[in-house]
């Protein structure tokens, strides 16, 4: 095979990937400037998984302007002043980076590049369990079922010890409005961290 049918082949087996990837994580890869995944419900459980979304946002958002604009102060984010070191009280999730930060710096939307490192990274994990099936000698029709199944099982958010499915609504519904649900939606309000998404965010469902 010359090599302009190899990458034409390559990016074909891409594309293909991302297309089911995009589809597997609707609605949250189809409005993805604005739809965080998460539960239906404002139960206990529901409440702790968004606000680990939350967590999340916030601690991608802070370590991407750290290191573009004082990386040798990376683990000081301006929080919980004066201890230092706030961004390693938590996983610091430096890894997912390389994905999360350029969308960021250029769009300022965590919501946005938070979702998009998720395709990414979905896309990447289709593309590893096919390399591999190929690697150790299985055929490229045998490394396409291999890839397919853990790209499309429906997916799951939660926090740990349990799991909950998503449906796609509106963030002031799922943290409620009475009781202890409105009290923490107001927390959340309160620590700007509805701000963080920049936008009126929206809670999806996996497939």
Known sequence: MCAGARVGRALGLVAGYAVLAVWCLRPVSWAPASTVPGPEHADRPGLATLADVYLTLWVLAAGADKLASDPAHLFHPPVFHPEPYALAYSEHMLGQQPLFAPTYLASRNPV?????????????????VHLLVRRFGGSSAGAVLAAVPPVAAPWRVGPAGGAEDEEAIPRKDAFGKGGNEGALASAFDAANLNAVAGSEVQIGEGG
Not at 112 to 128: D, E, K, M
């Open 112 to 128: 946005l590049a938070l979702n998009l490192s998720l395709v990414a990274s979905t896309v990447l994990l289709a593309l590893g």
